[in-house]
């Protein structure tokens, strides 16, 4: 069935660095792929998806490229802030159903002012 | 618009006990899922529900975990026994009927089983 491996963290960055959590999956088709962020304390919010090979998702300064060659969707920022402290999970819909979704172990990163 | 509401935030429980768990998704959210996470673990979906009716809870520990959705607004989930691998963050989602995946979490109950 469809799944994702994460980049394991934890991550800790020093604010104004760039990041990069790798994210790769196995699936049928090209299916939809997403980052959801969660915050201390929150649940999960969907931070950027991308619908189709070579889109690329954005939001907040975040981007991730859908790369049916290399079957990756990698986050990355230019420049972290202390507030993009959180738990990012990479994500895509489940093997056989529209509505489900699988997700990733989920990277912790820690941004130091 | 107001997101997905879960109550309580917090639970101790002994080993044994019951507990139970209640989601109010964002209006007009025709599915509503459950999921569980383990510390350091990616979310798990323990049920789906479309409206009021089940659509998968293949995953759900059925001998000790029921869930329902009675009027297709609210949802529960109980757990009776509770084991010490129970503890664990209980998250709530819901989303519109359509194809695009997007799911609104609440801010999830975090479970401790002593």
């Known amino acids: 069935g469809n799944s994702v491996t994460q980049m394991e963290g934890p991550v800790t960055l020093s604010e104004e660095a760039f990041l990069t959590i790798n994210c790769t999956y196995t699936?049928?088709?090209?299916?939809?792929l997403f980052w959801y962020v969660q915050y201390p304390g929150e649940g999960l919010q969907l931070l950027l998806k991308?619908?189709?090979?070579?889109d690329k998702g954005s939001n907040k300064g975040f981007e991730a490229t859908y790369r049916k060659e290399t079957t990756s969707f990698h986050l990355e920022k230019g420049s972290v802030q202390v507030s993009d402290s959180a738990v990012y999970f990479c994500?895509?819909?489940?093997?056989?159903?529209?509505?489900?979704?699988?997700f990733g172990s989920g990277t912790q990163l820690t941004v130091l002012p | 618009e107001a997101g997905v509401a879960q109550s309580p935030r917090y639970k101790i429980i002994e080993k044994r006990q019951s507990v139970a768990f209640w989601c109010n998704p964002i209006?007009?959210?025709?599915?509503l899922y459950w999921y569980q996470q383990i510390l350091g673990q990616g979310p798990k979906l323990l049920i789906q529900?479309?409206?009021?009716?089940?659509?998968?809870d293949s995953q759900l520990p059925k001998d000790r975990f029921s869930a329902e959705r009675l009027k297709g607004v609210d949802s529960t989930l109980k757990i009776q026994p509770a084991k010490l691998e129970d503890s664990a963050v209980y998250l709530c989602?819901?989303?519109?009927?359509?194809?695009?995946?997007?799911?609104?979490f609440g801010p999830g109950t975090r479970l401790t089983v002593t």
């Open positions: 994500a895509l819909p489940s093997s056989g159903s529209a509505r489900q979704l699988t």
């Open positions: 209006s007009g959210h025709a599915t």
């Open positions: 529900f479309q409206n009021n009716g089940v659509v998968d």
């Open positions: 991308a619908t189709k090979a070579d």
């Open positions: 699936a049928t088709g090209y299916p939809s």
């Open positions: 989602a819901s989303s519109l009927s359509s194809g695009l995946h997007e799911q609104y």
